[in-house]
């Protein structure tokens, strides 16, 4: 992106509120951000992941959800959902490989796109850089493994409580006594049992049973935490007689 755009400030306080470039010096800012182009992508849109690996996307407005079909069955499961100051696609980024997980936009996004290469530059070149990038890394993987043991250990409304703890606002809104849930607060039914591998009718059961509990306000387009620490203990519950 040209520094004299109109657009370029934007986009650098933009840039400069991600987990990955927050904390970066002015002049480190504007030279990485002449490497960006911005993208829009479509509600709806999927992307074969195999045209990403020479590009590193940044989320800058919108959600995307990275999702992995199974060509055989058509299942899928979604990994998880990514929102403003994200970015994607890390494994392609590292290992120079196509990713099998597909980024599908939930709504209008707007991104910004830079070459893979100069991005392996700027982990070489710049250590603040890598400060940001390898915890943010790290973070990935770890919910990556959150995923994989609720998958594997854990009965389903265990793994919707986990879910939607992942995603709750410690800090009460001051407008409501509710902790806000972000990114996946008003997904619908199926959407959430895709993401914890599980089915729409499940999701309902369980929201209804957290809801009469008073640990959830929940209904079409909106969920927000009522009593974090019952949400706490029953996303600790492991294999209980429920289902």
Same mark, same amino acid.
């Given at each position: 992106?040209?520094?004299?755009?109109?657009?370029?400030?934007?986009?650098?306080?933009?840039?400069?509120?991600?987990?990955?470039?927050?904390?970066?010096?002015?002049?480190?800012?504007?030279?990485?951000?002449?490497?960006?182009?911005?993208?829009?992508?479509?509600?709806?849109?999927?992307?074969?992941?195999?045209?990403?690996?020479?590009?590193?996307?940044?989320?800058?407005?919108?959600?995307?959800?990275?999702?992995?079909?199974?060509? #055989?069955?058509?299942?899928?499961?979604?990994?998880?959902?990514?929102?403003?100051?994200?970015?994607?696609?890390?494994?392609?980024?590292?290992?120079?490989?196509?990713?099998?997980?597909?980024?599908?936009?939930?709504?209008?996004?707007?991104?910004?796109?830079?070459? #893979?290469?100069?991005?392996?530059?700027?982990?070489?070149?710049?250590?603040?850089?890598?400060?940001?990038?390898?915890?943010?890394?790290?973070?990935?993987?770890?919910?990556?493994?959150?995923?994989?043991?609720?998958?594997?250990?854990?009965?389903?409304?265990?793994?919707?409580?986990?879910?939607?703890?992942?995603?709750?606002?410690?800090?009460?809104?001051?407008?409501?006594?509710?902790?806000?849930?972000?990114?996946?607060?008003?997904?619908?039914?199926?959407?959430?049992?895709?993401?914890?591998?599980?089915?729409?009718?499940?999701?309902?059961?369980?929201?209804?049973?957290?809801?009469?509990?008073?640990?959830?306000?929940?209904?079409?387009?909106?969920?927000?935490?009522?009593?974090?620490?019952?949400?706490?203990?029953?996303?600790?519950?492991?294999?209980?007689?429920?289902?």
């Amino acid at each position: 992106m040209n520094s004299d755009s109109p657009l370029f400030l934007y986009y650098k306080s933009r840039l400069a509120r991600s987990p990955i470039f927050r904390g970066l010096s002015d002049d480190v800012l504007a030279d990485m951000l002449e490497c960006f182009r911005p993208v829009t992508w479509n509600k709806g849109v999927a992307t074969d992941p195999a045209s990403l690996v020479d590009r590193f996307h940044l989320i800058i407005n919108g959600r995307v959800k990275m999702e992995y079909v199974d060509a #055989t069955s058509g299942n899928w499961v979604t990994l998880f959902v990514l929102g403003p100051g994200d970015g994607f696609d890390i494994v392609s980024l590292l290992d120079g490989k196509p990713h099998e997980a597909s980024p599908v936009a939930l709504e209008d996004v707007q991104l910004l796109s830079a070459p #893979t290469e100069k991005v392996r530059e700027w982990i070489s070149r710049h250590p603040d850089f890598n400060r940001n990038f390898l915890p943010y890394l790290g973070e990935r993987m770890r919910k990556m493994e959150d995923l994989v043991a609720d998958l594997g250990l854990k009965d389903t409304i265990t793994r919707l409580a986990h879910l939607i703890l992942r995603h709750t606002v410690e800090k009460p809104s001051a407008d409501e006594d509710a902790h806000p849930v972000k990114l996946i607060h008003d997904l619908t039914n199926e959407s959430l049992a895709h993401m914890i591998g599980s089915t729409r009718q499940a999701v309902n059961r369980h929201l209804q049973e957290l809801r009469k509990k008073g640990i959830l306000d929940s209904h079409p387009g909106h969920l927000v935490v009522r009593e974090l620490e019952a949400l706490k203990k029953q996303a600790d519950a492991y294999l209980s007689h429920r289902s």
